[in-house]
């Protein structure tokens, strides 16, 4: 099996991770403020990977630079930037605009690996983000119109932003152990959670704090998405961006909302209408697309050889 059909394969089980696991989250954080919940969740998920590190691969530390932690920084904030703005897009708009509006990212990616990395993009991918575009927007709205309001705009930031991060992890995975450079971007982010949850969340003392985590279903929850949700899907983001393009991982990623939609209809009671289930199966075509080759070299792809090299 080539390696980027083995990275795409691996980042579609990353989708399907984030998708089943939003219903858990989603009570999860009726009981422990959003950013207060992803800080405890990334800066687990971050210790977890020190542990491994400082006691399977201690060697690799030698591998610390200011670059690094300049790059696992970056990656960081782009990643926090995503889950803060939609996290409080949320307040003031609906979930169909917010999770239409998240999903631009799939347009967003291949137009960002053009002005920042340089990439020539093939019919393929343009192709492929269309139709995932139009199989978002039938999957989120039902096919209704779009109004739009501030709440849309913040949503609209959280695109751009895991968007960037997107194509960053494609700028910067090849440059990096992968351990060590997903350790410093979930450092980040769940330092970046918990100091906003302290400065804009009413979670109260440290006993208040500790009372509301040890919530059974928040402790599922973290449990849950600490060892897959995040450990996992960002080590292997990171680890399968060196095998794959950033168009075809937004392609994949945005096949999370399909796999939210059936498992809320199977485990949350949720109907899936004609026009939204008309939607998932555009979606499922994207991807299909996105694996199609033309004759000759991608251009958007990254050389497995030149990739080797750089590690």
């Not at 694996?291 to 990739?307: M, T, W, Y």
Request: hydrophobic share 55%.
């Amino acid at each position: 099996m080539k390696r980027s059909l083995f990275a795409d394969l691996i980042l579609l089980s990353v989708a399907l991770i984030w998708g089943t696991t939003f219903l858990i989250v989603q009570h999860a954080v009726q009981a422990l403020p959003p950013l207060a919940f992803n800080g405890i969740r990334f800066t687990g998920a971050a210790l977890l990977f020190f542990i491994i590190l400082v006691f399977v691969h201690r060697d690799w530390l030698k591998h610390m630079n200011t670059k690094l932690l300049w790059h696992g920084f970056v990656l960081g904030v782009l990643l926090f930037g995503g889950y803060g703005f939609q996290t409080y897009g949320l307040l003031y708009t609906t979930s169909s605009n917010a999770g239409f509006i998240t999903g631009l990212s799939v347009v967003l990616v291949p137009f960002f690996s053009m002005w920042f990395l340089r990439q020539r993009l093939n019919w393929i991918a343009w192709l492929s983000a269309a139709v995932a575009l139009i199989g978002l927007f039938l999957l989120s709205t039902g096919g209704a119109s779009l109004s739009i309001n501030f709440g849309d705009l913040l949503v609209l930031l959280c695109a751009i932003c895991f968007a960037l991060q997107i194509v960053a992890t494609g700028r910067y995975a090849p440059e990096h152990p992968t351990l060590l450079l997903v350790t410093i971007q979930l450092g980040t982010v769940g330092i970046l959670g918990i100091i906003g949850s302290i400065l804009l969340e009413d979670t109260g003392t440290m006993q208040d704090w500790i009372h509301l985590a040890s919530q059974p279903e928040v402790l599922m929850a973290l449990g849950i998405t600490l060892l897959f949700g995040t450990a996992f899907a960002f080590w292997a983001q990171t680890y399968c961006q060196k095998y794959t393009s950033p168009a075809r991982v937004a392609i994949i990623f945005a096949m999370e909302p399909v796999f939210a939609g059936i498992t809320g209809y199977i485990w949350g009671n949720e109907k899936l209408g004609v026009t939204a289930i008309i939607g998932c199966v555009l979606m499922f075509i994207s991807m299909l697309i996105a694996e199609l080759r033309p004759s000759g070299q991608h251009a958007s792809e990254p050389s497995a050889e030149r990739l080797e090299r750089a590690n």
